[in-house]
């Protein structure tokens, strides 16, 4: 049997970033500029707040940045808050065959200690590179199967793929790193409980696993050694104990290594929801531009999606209808809808104003779901007795122009428009950034300046 945790550490340790196809490296760079905006923008949720406060309170400071707020954190501090930050709203990048969110662990793992070491920013984007292509090939072995064990797999595997990164950061060999690895196994968690209750927990989870690999890539560098050298594959090792004995395909994790790069598959989302929500608001969006009925022509709203889908963002129907918080209303079909046909756009920075909403809550009222396991469609029937329709089939990629719109309307109401401008100058070209502390100097100076 291949022992895949040393293919992965042999490869991390020996990749260098022209090995790595231009179109993958501008994907990883439009994921990281992409997450520094989600970040700055979940700075100003009272969570995020409190995040902060507590790890400040028991901190005795140091030379990291907390993006969007004045602490100065250690490299582990800092890798747990912007961890937090990049998926406190779900509006991450995702890798969907995977399930699972890589650059809101790996870009927080690389960026601390980043900044703590001085390193360049082509260091940093090809250590994310690699973490990201190994929590994906990971995520891609067992899909579906950590979540049906109750894991969360975004943190699960991102921790082994945290490990790789920051190993990578501190230019490991393939046994430290291998090391850091079994270190990282022994350190992955993650429950889906969050998922199945709606609890508002998210980001911490991914904050924890990026302190952890960090961690791990630390420990194997002063020579602290792992439980074992087959901790992926071997028994009772990661999959094993976390997709089950069987559950899994090794081969999915080495299979076309450096070859076909999976990270350059991740989907950018243009809505502050699951990305399984994105056919549906393409499709309502659509038809209000083309009808240009006005809410008040609106009789009757209703769609189609799949089984599983309804039972997410549909039901518990009394639930659903009037979400109580910004995770249910962004897990919410007749609340998703209803602002998209109501007001034209589906903003993450509106969605706590438009919880109280009479409008929305009125549309809310006029929505009606119908089962469709082949597409997603949605309906307006006007009290005239019209019948609009319009139908998505697949999940279309966001345009760059839309990733970069959207970078710009989080991260500007926190640094102003002209340090947006040139924290996105800087991403373009992270590849001949000297000393990333140029760039991450500039996330921590926002409106929260006294947290």
Known sequence: MENVSESLAEFAASTSLDAVPDRVLKTAKLSILDA??????????????????????????????AWGFSFRASALESALLNGMLIEGLDYSDIHVGAGLHPTSVILPAVASYGEFSHASGGQVLISHVLGCETMIRLGLSAPGRFHARGFQPTSLTGVVGAAVAASKMMGLPTRAIQEAMSLGSTLAFGSSLSVRVGAYFGGVDSGMAAESGL?????????????????????????????????????????????????????????????????????ALRLRRRSKLSVGEIEEIRFGDTAPNIGLFSEPEEVKRRPANIYDAKTSHYFLLALALGYGEVKAAELEAKLTDQQVRELSNRVRYSLDDKTHWVEVRTKDGR??????????????????????????????????????????????????????????TGRRSQT
Request: proline share 4%.
């Open 215 to 283: 961690l791990a890539a630390l420990l194997a560098r002063e020579g602290i050694a792992g439980i074992a050298r087959d901790s992926i594959e071997g028994r009772f090792g990661f999959m094993d104990a976390h997709a089950g004995p069987g559950n899994y395909d090794l081969g999915r994790v080495t299979r076309g290594l450096g070859k076909t790069w999976e990270m350059g598959h991740i989907f950018l989302k243009r809505y502050p929801t699951s990305y399984a929500c994105t056919p549906m608001l393409d499709a």
């Open 36 to 65: 520094i905006g989600t970040a700055l923008l979940s700075s100003g949720l009272e969570k995020s707040k409190r995040t902060v406060r507590a790890v400040k309170s028991a901190s005795s400071g140091g030379r990291t940045t």
């Open 387 to 444: 019948v609009r329709r319009e139908t998505q089939d697949t999940l279309v990629a966001t345009p760059e122009r839309d990733v970069r719109r959207k970078f710009s309307e989080n991260a500007s109401p926190v640094l102003g428009a002209e340090t947006s401008d040139e924290i996105e100058e800087m991403v373009d070209a992270l590849e001949e950034l000297p000393d990333i502390t140029q760039l991450t100097r500039l996330l921590g």
